[in-house]
């Protein structure tokens, strides 16, 4: 395999990426577009655009999406999209009679510098879009951001298109989950509805990419949040934003646009994420936390008493998006791991490295950092001084591969398993089965490794 031929001598790099550890913007648009009721998804651009972002969300959840696409010919590459837009917006309502389109700009036609508001407007006005629907848009050029960037565009989009305030406050709590599985979106309702809040939670994949088979295919799943509720974020009490970079810019926008304050946390991924993630909804909506809950968190902390041997000093490396990695870190570090190289494709900036940073400051020995990096390099780091587990996306499992190093996939992409879209990862009950997860890792690798007479029936 090609990575075989992977280096330990590194070179610095500045214009060239290699294996990189992100795919791009419109990917992540059109998720988190899935995640309203009702919507088509379109790729303003060409065929080959639309149908990788389809393909790669296909294979990571196993679940058809739907999506639409402008087409584009070597007319449109020249000449402006306008026309091909009007067209598709025309013929989508008229076919497949969605509520609402999402627009999303790919790389071609934001070279070209397309005015997707103006063209709206100008469908709207020669009444291609019907009384009651609706098209919004953002603007996720490829060749930068990633896909984390683009499902926050597209969630502020939701903010800047929808939300509605006239002053009056309801008693609901705003949460943008961030890019999660729709199992984690079914579990962060399942923790509000055991405190008995009532919840706005956008977008929501729940029950559009982990659907149930029924026989009967409809287009429109029954998830989704809906564009009633879109509209009634402006009047709630307040936000929670799960993760920064992909949560953050909508709760901001909806901050200034309709005065609701915002509460930026870490994803609730293990112990301490999860309880700073109960205590605000806690304090927000002014309820005590249940008895259900408080055992939640005993298992938690039951398990973790458990395996906490087995955990104890293992050097681990981690690739991914930079959300999960910053709660993923946490976690590793409350079990007493040692997460010793830490990379993601995705831009983050500087306060992010520096959060980082401080998450491992008490970490024995050199911890790397790379923001943004490339798989490449991260493989490098550990054929320097290797590691004791790798997690990360399937694109790791080639160098879980040829490094001989066990591997927990997280993140996305998943290609190769199926099921991480049913089973959660957040909360006190995902953070049980992704230590089952990790410990499973470990110890099939010492079975794997030991002798008839090292085997061991208790380990």
Request: proline share 5%; glycine share 8%; net charge neutral.
């Amino acid at each position: 395999m090609l990575l075989k031929h992977t280096t330990a001598e590194i070179k610095e790099r500045k214009a060239l990426t290699i294996n990189p550890a992100k795919t791009c913007q419109p990917v992540g648009a059109m998720y988190a577009a899935l995640g309203i009721h009702g919507c088509l998804p379109h790729s303003h651009g060409s065929q080959g655009c639309y149908a990788y972002h389809r393909s790669a969300l296909t294979r990571h959840y196993k679940e058809p999406v739907i999506a639409a696409t402008s087409a584009f010919t070597e007319g449109a590459s020249v000449f402006g999209g306008q026309a091909n837009l009007l067209q598709a917006i025309d013929n989508i309502f008229s076919v497949y009679r969605p509520e609402i389109v999402a627009v999303h700009t790919t790389c071609l036609s934001e070279t070209i510098g397309d005015d997707i508001p103006q063209i709206i407007n100008k469908a709207r006005a020669e009444g291609k879009i019907p009384e009651g629907r609706y098209v919004i848009h953002a603007n996720t050029p490829s060749y930068v951001g990633s896909h984390v960037t683009g499902f926050a565009n597209m969630v502020k989009a939701m903010v800047d298109y929808f939300a509605e305030g006239d002053g009056r406050r309801e008693k609901t709590v705003n949460i943008i989950p961030g890019w999660v599985e729709p199992s984690d979106m079914s579990e962060i309702k399942r923790i509000a509805a055991e405190m008995e809040i009532r919840i706005i939670l956008f977008p929501d994949t729940d029950n559009v990419l982990n659907s149930p088979m029924t026989g009967k295919y409809k287009m429109y799943p029954e998830g989704g949040v809906t564009v009633e509720r879109l509209k009634a974020t402006g009047s709630a009490t307040g936000t929670l934003a799960l993760g920064r970079l992909a949560s953050g810019p909508a709760a901001r926008a909806l901050d200034v646009k309709c005065k609701v304050p915002c509460e930026i946390l870490n994803l609730p991924i293990g112990l301490q994420a999860t309880d700073a993630f109960v205590d605000a909804l806690r304090r927000i909506a002014g309820v005590n936390v249940p008895d259900t809950l408080t055992i939640e968190r005993g298992r938690l902390v039951d398990i973790i008493t458990d395996m906490h041997g087995y955990f104890y000093g293992k050097r681990v490396g981690l690739v991914g998006d930079p959300d999960q990695l910053l709660s993923l870190t946490q976690f590793l570090v409350d079990l007493d791991m040692h997460p010793v190289y830490i990379v993601t494709g995705t831009p983050a900036g500087k306060k992010y490295e520096a959060a980082l940073k401080a998450l491992v400051r008490d970490v024995p020995g050199e911890v790397r950092i790379q923001v943004p990096g490339d798989m490449f390099l991260f493989h490098q780091w550990i054929k320097q001084q290797g590691v004791d587990l790798i997690i990360g996306n399937t694109y790791a499992k080639y160098i879980a591969k040829d490094e001989d190093i066990p591997f927990v996939r997280y993140g996305f992409p998943i290609y190769d398993r199926v099921g991480h879209s049913y089973f959660p990862t957040v909360g006190y009950r995902g953070g049980m089965r992704l230590l089952e997860k990790i410990l499973d890792a470990l110890l099939d690798r010492k079975d794997r490794d030991a002798d008839d007479i090292t085997t061991e029936l208790v380990m």
